[in-house]
Protein backbone atom coordinates (compact mmCIF):
# COMPACT_ATOMS: atom_id res chain seq x y z
CA UNK A 1 0.00 0.00 0.00
CA UNK A 2 1.35 3.49 -1.24
CA UNK A 3 1.06 5.69 2.17
CA UNK A 4 1.55 9.26 2.86
CA UNK A 5 2.43 10.67 6.52
CA UNK A 6 1.43 14.19 7.80
CA UNK A 7 3.09 14.88 10.78
CA UNK A 8 6.71 13.14 11.84
CA UNK A 9 5.98 13.91 16.13
CA UNK A 10 6.56 11.28 18.50
CA UNK A 11 3.11 9.31 16.68
CA UNK A 12 4.46 10.21 13.26
CA UNK A 13 7.89 9.07 13.84
CA UNK A 14 7.20 5.78 15.01
CA UNK A 15 4.34 4.97 12.97
CA UNK A 16 6.37 5.66 9.68
CA UNK A 17 9.49 3.27 11.07
CA UNK A 18 6.98 0.85 11.80
CA UNK A 19 5.56 1.03 8.51
CA UNK A 20 8.58 0.59 6.60
CA UNK A 21 9.24 -2.33 8.95
CA UNK A 22 6.69 -4.43 7.59
CA UNK A 23 7.06 -3.74 3.95
CA UNK A 24 4.54 -0.55 3.83
CA UNK A 25 5.47 1.98 1.12
CA UNK A 26 5.57 5.61 2.52
CA UNK A 27 5.80 7.51 -0.34
CA UNK A 28 6.42 11.25 1.63
CA UNK A 29 6.34 12.46 4.63
CA UNK A 30 4.79 15.69 5.42
CA UNK A 31 6.09 18.15 8.65
CA UNK A 32 6.03 21.67 8.97
CA UNK A 33 9.26 21.43 10.39
CA UNK A 34 11.54 20.80 7.42
CA UNK A 35 14.23 19.04 9.40
CA UNK A 36 11.72 16.70 11.11
CA UNK A 37 10.51 15.27 7.55
CA UNK A 38 13.56 14.99 5.90
CA UNK A 39 14.80 12.74 8.87
CA UNK A 40 12.06 10.62 8.96
CA UNK A 41 11.62 10.81 5.10
CA UNK A 42 15.71 9.60 5.19
CA UNK A 43 15.71 7.06 7.20
CA UNK A 44 11.85 5.38 5.37
CA UNK A 45 13.26 5.72 1.78
CA UNK A 46 10.48 8.25 1.19
CA UNK A 47 10.24 11.85 0.05
CA UNK A 48 10.13 14.89 2.39
CA UNK A 49 7.68 17.58 2.39
CA UNK A 50 6.91 20.40 4.01
CA UNK A 51 3.98 22.07 2.21
CA UNK A 52 0.78 20.21 2.51
CA UNK A 53 -0.13 21.59 -1.21
CA UNK A 54 2.89 19.12 -2.40
CA UNK A 55 1.17 16.10 -0.90
CA UNK A 56 0.63 13.94 -4.13
CA UNK A 57 -2.71 11.87 -5.08
CA UNK A 58 -1.26 8.76 -5.92
CA UNK A 59 -1.35 7.13 -2.64
CA UNK A 60 -3.67 5.15 -1.06
CA UNK A 61 -3.93 6.23 2.67
CA UNK A 62 -3.38 9.28 3.80
CA UNK A 63 -2.29 9.63 7.92
CA UNK A 64 -2.48 12.32 9.49
CA UNK A 65 -0.82 12.59 12.94
CA UNK A 66 -1.11 15.80 13.63
CA UNK A 67 -2.21 17.28 17.34
CA UNK A 68 -5.49 17.49 17.85
CA UNK A 69 -6.96 20.56 17.03
CA UNK A 70 -4.73 20.94 13.27
CA UNK A 71 -6.57 17.76 12.61
CA UNK A 72 -9.39 19.00 10.54
CA UNK A 73 -7.54 22.40 9.14
CA UNK A 74 -5.20 19.84 7.52
CA UNK A 75 -8.28 17.21 6.27
CA UNK A 76 -9.77 20.35 4.77
CA UNK A 77 -6.74 21.66 3.27
CA UNK A 78 -5.95 18.15 1.48
CA UNK A 79 -9.09 18.11 0.03
CA UNK A 80 -8.81 21.48 -0.93
CA UNK A 81 -5.76 20.29 -3.12
CA UNK A 82 -7.43 17.13 -4.69
CA UNK A 83 -7.10 14.77 -2.26
CA UNK A 84 -11.25 14.62 -1.24
CA UNK A 85 -12.14 10.85 -2.69
CA UNK A 86 -8.58 9.55 -0.73
CA UNK A 87 -9.03 7.80 2.46
CA UNK A 88 -7.36 10.23 5.13
CA UNK A 89 -7.56 8.92 8.64
CA UNK A 90 -6.16 10.63 11.92
CA UNK A 91 -4.14 9.21 15.06
CA UNK A 92 -5.96 10.96 17.20
CA UNK A 93 -7.53 9.25 20.75
CA UNK A 94 -9.70 11.86 21.38
CA UNK A 95 -10.91 12.89 18.16
CA UNK A 96 -13.98 11.64 17.12
CA UNK A 97 -13.93 10.92 12.87
CA UNK A 98 -17.51 12.36 11.78
CA UNK A 99 -16.31 16.15 10.92
CA UNK A 100 -13.71 14.84 8.82
CA UNK A 101 -16.80 14.02 6.51
CA UNK A 102 -17.62 17.42 5.73
CA UNK A 103 -14.43 17.44 3.03
CA UNK A 104 -13.50 14.01 2.70
CA UNK A 105 -15.79 10.84 1.14
CA UNK A 106 -13.58 8.18 2.81
CA UNK A 107 -12.01 8.50 6.02
CA UNK A 108 -11.48 7.52 9.89
CA UNK A 109 -9.25 6.53 13.00
CA UNK A 110 -5.83 4.66 13.08
CA UNK A 111 -4.85 5.41 16.87
CA UNK A 112 -1.91 3.52 18.27
CA UNK A 113 -3.32 3.10 21.97
CA UNK A 114 0.33 3.66 23.65
CA UNK A 115 2.73 6.85 24.78
CA UNK A 116 5.95 7.37 22.42
CA UNK A 117 8.65 8.95 22.74
CA UNK A 118 11.27 9.75 20.11
CA UNK A 119 14.33 9.09 22.22
CA UNK A 120 12.78 5.27 23.08
CA UNK A 121 12.22 2.64 20.31
CA UNK A 122 8.21 1.33 20.19
CA UNK A 123 7.84 -2.52 21.09
CA UNK A 124 5.09 -2.86 18.38
CA UNK A 125 3.80 -6.23 19.29
CA UNK A 126 2.50 -4.87 22.85
CA UNK A 127 0.56 -2.12 21.43
CA UNK A 128 -2.82 -2.27 20.80
CA UNK A 129 -4.62 -0.14 17.50
CA UNK A 130 -7.88 0.76 17.63
CA UNK A 131 -9.34 1.36 13.83
CA UNK A 132 -12.39 3.11 12.49
CA UNK A 133 -13.95 4.05 9.34
CA UNK A 134 -17.08 5.48 7.63
CA UNK A 135 -17.44 2.84 5.56
CA UNK A 136 -17.00 -1.20 5.94
CA UNK A 137 -14.29 -1.48 3.54
CA UNK A 138 -12.24 1.15 4.41
CA UNK A 139 -12.47 -0.50 8.36
CA UNK A 140 -11.32 -3.74 6.65
CA UNK A 141 -8.54 -1.51 4.62
CA UNK A 142 -7.27 -0.31 8.04
CA UNK A 143 -7.84 -3.50 10.00
CA UNK A 144 -5.62 -5.30 7.53
CA UNK A 145 -3.18 -2.87 7.95
CA UNK A 146 -2.83 -2.47 11.55
CA UNK A 147 -2.21 -6.29 11.79
CA UNK A 148 0.63 -5.72 9.76
CA UNK A 149 2.09 -3.62 12.36
CA UNK A 150 0.61 -5.36 15.68
CA UNK A 151 -0.65 -8.60 16.80
CA UNK A 152 -3.78 -6.93 18.60
CA UNK A 153 -5.77 -4.77 16.50
CA UNK A 154 -9.62 -3.51 17.65
CA UNK A 155 -12.48 -1.87 15.84
CA UNK A 156 -13.34 0.81 18.19
CA UNK A 157 -16.11 3.65 17.37
CA UNK A 158 -15.61 7.51 18.38
CA UNK A 159 -17.76 6.88 21.59
CA UNK A 160 -15.22 3.93 22.40
CA UNK A 161 -12.61 5.81 21.88
CA UNK A 162 -13.23 8.86 23.58
CA UNK A 163 -13.71 6.69 26.83
CA UNK A 164 -10.91 4.96 26.53
CA UNK A 165 -8.36 7.84 25.87
CA UNK A 166 -10.13 9.32 29.08
CA UNK A 167 -9.00 5.97 30.80
CA UNK A 168 -5.28 6.43 28.86
CA UNK A 169 -5.63 9.81 30.61
CA UNK A 170 -5.59 8.23 33.61
CA UNK A 171 -3.26 4.96 33.56
CA UNK A 172 -0.52 7.05 31.70
CA UNK A 173 -0.46 10.51 32.13
CA UNK A 174 -1.88 10.82 35.55
CA UNK A 175 0.13 8.04 37.06
CA UNK A 176 3.82 9.22 35.37
CA UNK A 177 2.55 12.41 37.59
CA UNK A 178 2.33 10.27 40.81
CA UNK A 179 5.93 9.29 39.43
CA UNK A 180 6.91 12.17 39.29
CA UNK A 181 5.39 13.47 42.79
CA UNK A 182 7.30 10.57 44.25
CA UNK A 183 10.51 12.07 42.36
CA UNK A 184 10.17 15.71 43.67
CA UNK A 185 9.53 14.54 47.12
CA UNK A 186 13.17 11.92 47.31
CA UNK A 187 15.01 15.06 45.69
CA UNK A 188 13.86 17.35 47.93
CA UNK A 189 14.99 15.67 50.92
CA UNK A 190 17.87 14.60 49.18
CA UNK A 191 17.11 10.81 48.66
CA UNK A 192 17.63 8.87 45.61
CA UNK A 193 14.67 8.60 43.64
CA UNK A 194 15.85 4.73 42.10
CA UNK A 195 15.30 4.01 45.40
CA UNK A 196 11.22 3.74 44.50
CA UNK A 197 11.62 2.24 41.11
CA UNK A 198 11.25 -1.39 41.82
CA UNK A 199 8.05 -0.22 43.94
CA UNK A 200 6.65 1.05 40.74
CA UNK A 201 7.54 -2.21 39.17
CA UNK A 202 5.76 -4.16 41.06
CA UNK A 203 2.94 -2.23 41.20
CA UNK A 204 2.73 -2.72 37.35
CA UNK A 205 3.85 -6.33 37.79
CA UNK A 206 0.76 -6.95 39.96
CA UNK A 207 -1.36 -6.22 37.64
CA UNK A 208 -0.87 -9.59 35.76
CA UNK A 209 -2.15 -11.40 38.50
CA UNK A 210 -5.56 -9.53 39.68
CA UNK A 211 -7.16 -6.56 39.50
CA UNK A 212 -5.99 -3.50 40.54
CA UNK A 213 -9.02 -3.05 43.18
CA UNK A 214 -7.84 -6.37 44.40
CA UNK A 215 -3.95 -5.62 44.79
CA UNK A 216 -4.73 -2.08 46.47
CA UNK A 217 -2.37 -1.73 49.75
CA UNK A 218 -1.89 1.29 52.12
CA UNK A 219 -2.95 3.53 54.54
CA UNK A 220 -6.25 4.61 52.60
CA UNK A 221 -7.68 1.13 52.75
CA UNK A 222 -6.41 0.41 56.22
CA UNK A 223 -8.55 3.58 56.95
CA UNK A 224 -4.64 4.03 59.36
CA UNK A 225 -5.67 7.85 60.23
CA UNK A 226 -2.55 8.21 62.28
CA UNK A 227 -0.83 7.65 59.22
CA UNK A 228 -3.03 9.84 56.97
CA UNK A 229 -2.52 12.27 59.36
CA UNK A 230 1.51 12.26 59.34
CA UNK A 231 1.75 12.70 55.36
CA UNK A 232 -0.70 15.47 55.70
CA UNK A 233 1.47 17.39 57.84
CA UNK A 234 4.42 16.79 55.67
CA UNK A 235 2.74 17.61 52.39
CA UNK A 236 1.87 21.48 54.07
CA UNK A 237 4.72 21.70 52.05
CA UNK A 238 3.45 21.05 48.60
CA UNK A 239 -0.23 22.42 48.58
CA UNK A 240 -0.98 20.65 45.29
CA UNK A 241 0.26 17.36 46.15
CA UNK A 242 -1.46 17.66 49.35
CA UNK A 243 -4.92 17.88 47.59
CA UNK A 244 -3.94 15.12 45.42
CA UNK A 245 -3.12 12.70 48.76
CA UNK A 246 -6.67 13.66 50.24
CA UNK A 247 -8.83 13.39 46.82
CA UNK A 248 -7.37 9.93 46.28
CA UNK A 249 -7.50 8.76 49.67
CA UNK A 250 -11.23 9.73 49.91
CA UNK A 251 -11.73 7.72 46.01
CA UNK A 252 -10.16 4.52 47.66
CA UNK A 253 -11.92 5.01 50.64
CA UNK A 254 -15.41 5.37 48.74
CA UNK A 255 -14.94 3.01 46.02
CA UNK A 256 -14.08 0.28 49.08
CA UNK A 257 -16.84 1.48 51.63
CA UNK B 1 21.88 -16.03 62.94
CA UNK B 2 18.69 -17.12 65.40
CA UNK B 3 15.50 -14.83 64.26
CA UNK B 4 12.11 -14.74 65.55
CA UNK B 5 9.54 -13.59 63.07
CA UNK B 6 6.31 -12.04 64.83
CA UNK B 7 3.52 -11.68 62.49
CA UNK B 8 2.67 -13.59 59.34
CA UNK B 9 0.92 -11.03 56.88
CA UNK B 10 2.12 -9.70 53.56
CA UNK B 11 5.64 -9.09 54.90
CA UNK B 12 6.43 -11.31 57.45
CA UNK B 13 5.41 -14.44 54.89
CA UNK B 14 8.12 -13.29 51.97
CA UNK B 15 10.42 -12.06 54.65
CA UNK B 16 10.08 -15.27 56.39
CA UNK B 17 11.07 -17.16 53.15
CA UNK B 18 13.39 -15.07 52.26
CA UNK B 19 15.47 -15.43 55.59
CA UNK B 20 14.85 -19.05 55.27
CA UNK B 21 15.91 -19.29 51.14
CA UNK B 22 19.85 -17.51 52.46
CA UNK B 23 20.30 -19.86 55.14
CA UNK B 24 18.96 -18.11 58.39
CA UNK B 25 17.63 -19.42 61.21
CA UNK B 26 14.07 -18.62 61.89
CA UNK B 27 13.41 -20.39 64.85
CA UNK B 28 10.09 -19.37 65.83
CA UNK B 29 7.23 -17.56 63.77
CA UNK B 30 4.15 -15.88 65.71
CA UNK B 31 0.70 -14.80 64.18
CA UNK B 32 -2.20 -14.42 66.44
CA UNK B 33 -4.18 -16.66 63.45
CA UNK B 34 -2.71 -20.15 64.23
CA UNK B 35 -3.14 -21.47 60.72
CA UNK B 36 -1.45 -18.68 59.45
CA UNK B 37 1.66 -19.03 61.86
CA UNK B 38 1.88 -22.74 61.10
CA UNK B 39 1.74 -22.34 57.63
CA UNK B 40 4.45 -20.28 57.64
CA UNK B 41 6.64 -21.72 60.08
CA UNK B 42 5.92 -25.30 57.95
CA UNK B 43 7.21 -24.04 54.99
CA UNK B 44 10.73 -22.53 56.95
CA UNK B 45 11.26 -25.35 59.43
CA UNK B 46 10.48 -22.96 62.00
CA UNK B 47 8.18 -23.82 65.45
CA UNK B 48 4.54 -21.89 65.31
CA UNK B 49 3.38 -20.36 68.25
CA UNK B 50 -0.04 -18.09 68.67
CA UNK B 51 0.61 -16.24 72.00
CA UNK B 52 3.84 -13.53 72.51
CA UNK B 53 4.65 -15.11 76.25
CA UNK B 54 5.64 -18.43 74.32
CA UNK B 55 8.60 -16.79 72.18
CA UNK B 56 11.90 -17.51 73.31
CA UNK B 57 14.52 -15.68 74.46
CA UNK B 58 17.11 -17.43 73.34
CA UNK B 59 16.86 -15.87 69.38
CA UNK B 60 19.11 -12.87 68.37
CA UNK B 61 16.83 -10.66 66.36
CA UNK B 62 13.26 -10.41 66.64
CA UNK B 63 11.40 -8.85 63.27
CA UNK B 64 7.82 -7.53 64.21
CA UNK B 65 5.99 -7.48 61.30
CA UNK B 66 2.50 -6.48 62.54
CA UNK B 67 -0.22 -3.87 62.05
CA UNK B 68 1.75 -0.44 62.29
CA UNK B 69 -0.60 0.69 65.30
CA UNK B 70 -0.37 -2.42 67.03
CA UNK B 71 3.97 -2.49 67.08
CA UNK B 72 4.35 -0.78 70.32
CA UNK B 73 2.31 -2.73 72.26
CA UNK B 74 3.70 -6.28 70.72
CA UNK B 75 7.36 -4.77 72.01
CA UNK B 76 5.75 -3.67 74.94
CA UNK B 77 4.65 -7.29 75.65
CA UNK B 78 7.71 -8.80 74.23
CA UNK B 79 9.96 -6.53 76.74
CA UNK B 80 7.53 -8.09 79.76
CA UNK B 81 8.05 -11.64 78.86
CA UNK B 82 11.96 -10.91 79.38
CA UNK B 83 13.46 -9.39 76.23
CA UNK B 84 13.95 -6.34 77.07
CA UNK B 85 17.58 -6.55 75.95
CA UNK B 86 17.38 -8.52 72.77
CA UNK B 87 17.36 -6.57 69.53
CA UNK B 88 14.27 -5.93 68.13
CA UNK B 89 12.88 -4.41 65.18
CA UNK B 90 10.02 -3.42 63.27
CA UNK B 91 9.30 -3.73 59.24
CA UNK B 92 6.88 -0.32 59.18
CA UNK B 93 7.94 2.48 56.53
CA UNK B 94 5.72 5.02 58.43
CA UNK B 95 6.70 4.26 62.33
CA UNK B 96 9.20 5.81 63.65
CA UNK B 97 11.88 4.03 66.16
CA UNK B 98 12.52 6.30 69.07
CA UNK B 99 9.09 4.84 71.16
CA UNK B 100 10.04 1.23 71.22
CA UNK B 101 13.50 2.38 73.30
CA UNK B 102 10.48 3.10 76.22
CA UNK B 103 10.30 -0.47 76.28
CA UNK B 104 13.51 -2.21 75.06
CA UNK B 105 17.25 -1.44 74.97
CA UNK B 106 18.37 -2.34 71.55
CA UNK B 107 15.61 -1.85 68.69
CA UNK B 108 15.59 -0.51 65.06
CA UNK B 109 13.66 -1.04 61.74
CA UNK B 110 14.15 -3.59 59.08
CA UNK B 111 12.00 -2.24 56.18
CA UNK B 112 12.06 -3.50 52.43
CA UNK B 113 10.32 -0.94 50.24
CA UNK B 114 7.94 -3.33 48.30
CA UNK B 115 4.49 -3.94 47.84
CA UNK B 116 3.98 -7.76 48.68
CA UNK B 117 1.09 -10.30 48.14
CA UNK B 118 0.97 -13.56 49.89
CA UNK B 119 -0.10 -14.94 46.19
CA UNK B 120 3.09 -13.08 44.29
CA UNK B 121 6.17 -14.60 44.98
CA UNK B 122 8.65 -11.89 46.15
CA UNK B 123 11.63 -10.52 44.11
CA UNK B 124 14.34 -9.88 46.53
CA UNK B 125 17.09 -8.96 43.86
CA UNK B 126 14.83 -5.96 43.40
CA UNK B 127 13.93 -5.10 46.61
CA UNK B 128 15.61 -1.87 48.69
CA UNK B 129 15.76 -2.56 52.39
CA UNK B 130 16.17 0.24 54.88
CA UNK B 131 17.53 -0.67 58.34
CA UNK B 132 18.09 1.43 61.12
CA UNK B 133 18.94 1.21 65.00
CA UNK B 134 19.50 2.83 68.04
CA UNK B 135 23.34 2.01 67.92
CA UNK B 136 25.93 1.57 65.70
CA UNK B 137 26.43 -2.25 66.58
CA UNK B 138 22.63 -2.93 65.77
CA UNK B 139 22.65 -1.07 62.65
CA UNK B 140 25.86 -2.77 61.51
CA UNK B 141 24.16 -6.36 62.14
CA UNK B 142 20.89 -5.49 60.38
CA UNK B 143 22.91 -3.74 57.83
CA UNK B 144 24.85 -7.37 57.18
CA UNK B 145 21.80 -9.21 56.96
CA UNK B 146 19.90 -7.02 54.86
CA UNK B 147 22.68 -7.52 52.27
CA UNK B 148 22.35 -11.56 52.82
CA UNK B 149 18.57 -10.83 51.88
CA UNK B 150 18.81 -8.04 48.74
CA UNK B 151 22.00 -6.54 46.54
CA UNK B 152 20.57 -2.95 47.72
CA UNK B 153 20.42 -1.97 51.18
CA UNK B 154 20.12 1.60 52.99
CA UNK B 155 20.76 3.09 55.81
CA UNK B 156 17.48 5.50 56.47
CA UNK B 157 16.24 7.53 59.56
CA UNK B 158 12.97 8.15 61.40
CA UNK B 159 13.03 10.81 59.07
CA UNK B 160 13.83 9.50 55.81
CA UNK B 161 11.87 6.44 56.36
CA UNK B 162 8.72 8.40 57.03
CA UNK B 163 9.29 11.18 53.45
CA UNK B 164 10.02 7.82 51.70
CA UNK B 165 6.85 5.92 53.16
CA UNK B 166 4.88 9.30 51.77
CA UNK B 167 6.66 8.72 48.11
CA UNK B 168 5.53 5.23 47.91
CA UNK B 169 1.67 6.04 48.99
CA UNK B 170 2.14 8.35 45.81
CA UNK B 171 3.79 5.75 43.46
CA UNK B 172 2.20 2.44 44.59
CA UNK B 173 -0.91 3.10 46.44
CA UNK B 174 -1.78 5.63 44.41
CA UNK B 175 -1.10 5.08 41.23
CA UNK B 176 -2.28 1.79 41.35
CA UNK B 177 -5.96 3.42 42.34
CA UNK B 178 -5.41 5.51 38.95
CA UNK B 179 -5.12 1.84 37.13
CA UNK B 180 -8.56 0.66 39.30
CA UNK B 181 -9.85 3.83 37.82
CA UNK B 182 -8.97 2.95 34.41
CA UNK B 183 -10.66 -0.32 34.59
CA UNK B 184 -13.58 0.52 36.03
CA UNK B 185 -13.97 3.33 32.85
CA UNK B 186 -13.21 0.07 31.12
CA UNK B 187 -16.02 -2.07 32.48
CA UNK B 188 -18.87 0.22 32.51
CA UNK B 189 -17.99 1.27 29.33
CA UNK B 190 -17.94 -2.89 28.32
CA UNK B 191 -14.05 -2.15 26.57
CA UNK B 192 -11.80 -4.70 27.95
CA UNK B 193 -8.73 -3.55 30.51
CA UNK B 194 -6.36 -5.51 29.00
CA UNK B 195 -6.31 -2.82 26.37
CA UNK B 196 -4.63 -0.36 28.59
CA UNK B 197 -2.10 -2.96 29.58
CA UNK B 198 0.78 -2.02 27.47
CA UNK B 199 0.42 1.38 27.83
CA UNK B 200 0.63 1.33 31.88
CA UNK B 201 3.72 -0.92 31.28
CA UNK B 202 5.34 1.92 29.21
CA UNK B 203 5.01 4.12 31.70
CA UNK B 204 6.55 2.81 33.71
CA UNK B 205 9.69 1.60 31.16
CA UNK B 206 10.11 4.80 30.24
CA UNK B 207 11.03 5.56 33.95
CA UNK B 208 14.46 3.93 32.52
CA UNK B 209 15.36 6.62 30.10
CA UNK B 210 14.18 9.65 31.70
CA UNK B 211 12.87 11.34 34.56
CA UNK B 212 8.95 11.80 35.20
CA UNK B 213 8.57 15.36 34.11
CA UNK B 214 10.65 15.00 30.76
CA UNK B 215 8.43 12.43 30.21
CA UNK B 216 4.48 13.78 31.05
CA UNK B 217 2.16 13.99 28.05
CA UNK B 218 -1.11 14.44 27.31
CA UNK B 219 -3.78 16.90 27.09
CA UNK B 220 -3.14 18.80 30.95
CA UNK B 221 0.65 19.67 29.23
CA UNK B 222 -0.49 20.29 26.16
CA UNK B 223 -3.13 22.40 27.98
CA UNK B 224 -5.61 21.40 25.47
CA UNK B 225 -8.97 22.76 26.85
CA UNK B 226 -11.32 21.36 23.89
CA UNK B 227 -9.98 17.59 25.15
CA UNK B 228 -10.37 18.29 29.40
CA UNK B 229 -13.27 19.54 28.84
CA UNK B 230 -14.88 16.90 26.75
CA UNK B 231 -13.46 14.98 29.81
CA UNK B 232 -15.06 16.77 32.61
CA UNK B 233 -18.34 16.02 30.63
CA UNK B 234 -17.77 12.50 30.46
CA UNK B 235 -16.84 12.24 34.41
CA UNK B 236 -20.16 13.76 35.46
CA UNK B 237 -20.98 10.14 35.68
CA UNK B 238 -18.21 9.83 38.48
CA UNK B 239 -17.99 12.48 40.30
CA UNK B 240 -14.59 10.90 43.01
CA UNK B 241 -12.55 10.46 39.71
CA UNK B 242 -13.92 13.80 38.22
CA UNK B 243 -12.03 15.71 40.83
CA UNK B 244 -9.01 13.56 40.91
CA UNK B 245 -9.27 14.60 37.73
CA UNK B 246 -9.15 18.13 37.90
CA UNK B 247 -6.49 18.09 40.92
CA UNK B 248 -3.81 16.38 38.89
CA UNK B 249 -4.52 18.41 35.55
CA UNK B 250 -3.91 21.31 37.40
CA UNK B 251 -0.73 20.11 39.75
CA UNK B 252 0.41 18.77 35.88
CA UNK B 253 -0.23 22.64 34.82
CA UNK B 254 1.18 24.05 38.18
CA UNK B 255 4.55 22.44 37.75
CA UNK B 256 5.39 23.32 34.16
CA UNK B 257 4.47 26.57 34.54
Same mark, same amino acid.
Request: net charge positive; aromatic share 8%.
Given at each position: ???? /????????? !??????????????????????? &????????????????? =????????????? =??????????? @????????? /??? !????????? $???????????????????????????????????????????? =??????? #?????????????????? &???????????? !??????? $??????? #????? @?????? *????????? &??? %????????????? =? !?????????????????? %????? *????
Amino acid at each position: MKIV /LIGAGNVGY !HLGMRLHEVGEHVVQVFSRTPNR &AEKLANKIGAKACSKLS =KIKASADLYIVAV =KDDAILAVVKE @LASNGLQNK /LIV !HTSGGTGIG $EMGNYVAHFGSFYPLQTFSITKKANWAAIPICVDANSKKSRKKL =KKLAQKI #SPKTYEIDDEQRAILHVA &AVFVNNFSNHLF !HIGATIC $EKEQLPF #SILKP @LIEETV *NKLKIGEPK &AMQ %TGPAIRNDQKTIA =K !HHEYLEKFPDFKKIYEEL %TTSIQ *NNNA
